[in-house]
């Protein structure tokens, strides 16, 4: 009973729910907690992210995806480069967001689409001269923008993160909700 109330106060404690608020779940219902302390960090997970974003446009003057697009690309070695369907999977993004960023970038001379000489139906998508040249200066940009973002973890901390994040993200890619009933009809009339 201890450990429960103890965890009912640290996730009070995070701002999840008071700790004696009225109505707050009582100890019999641990799993009600779990909830509330689950919702805050998926929560503070899409705030991360959402600043993440906003910082890269105010900081870098590029969007988290055409940061991300331009690091995909910056392979030194010779490549022809990465086809969209490729490139869309690695950063976990829809081909059409995509091809929008691709399309920014392409105006801004940073990449090009070329024929795959393996396959002369298939695009590729590559950096071009002046986009190796940008992602040379914005990447020593980028590393003093993480030094200071992760200024309050020690290396350690920062080992850990990585791995709950990449643990997370790998139980994420596992989800399979049962659709609620409604839905499975409307699904089989179809």
Do not use: C
């Not at 689950?38 to 995806?65: H, P, S, Y």
């Not at 022809?80 to 967001?97: C, E, I, K, P, Y």
């Not at 998508?125 to 993480?146: D, H, K, M, S």
Request: proline share 4%; hydrophobic share 40%; charged share 30%.
């Amino acid at each position: 009973m201890a450990s429960v109330r103890q965890s009912r106060k640290a996730v009070g404690e995070m701002g999840v729910i008071p700790a004696e608020a009225p109505g707050a779940h009582s100890p019999e219902q641990p799993e009600r907690v779990a909830d509330h302390l689950n919702n805050r960090i998926f929560f503070r997970l899409f705030q991360v992210a959402n600043t993440l974003q906003k910082q890269a446009v105010k900081e870098l003057g590029v969007t988290t995806v055409q940061w991300a697009v331009l690091g995909a690309l910056s392979d030194p070695r010779p490549t022809h480069g990465m086809s969209v369907g490729t490139l869309a999977d690695f950063l976990v993004v829809s081909r059409q967001n995509l091809d929008g960023v691709l399309k920014r970038l392409e105006r801004d001379g940073l990449v090009e689409r070329v024929t795959d000489p393996g396959d002369k139906r298939a695009r590729m998508v590559r950096l071009t001269r002046e986009g190796f040249a940008f992602w040379a200066e914005l990447r020593e940009r980028i590393f003093q923008f993480y030094d200071q973002a992760a200024s309050g973890f020690k290396f350690d901390d920062r080992v850990a993160l990585a791995h709950y994040l990449n643990e997370l993200y790998r139980s994420l890619t596992m989800v399979r909700l049962e659709q609620p009933r409604r839905e499975r009809k409307k699904a089989r009339r179809s």
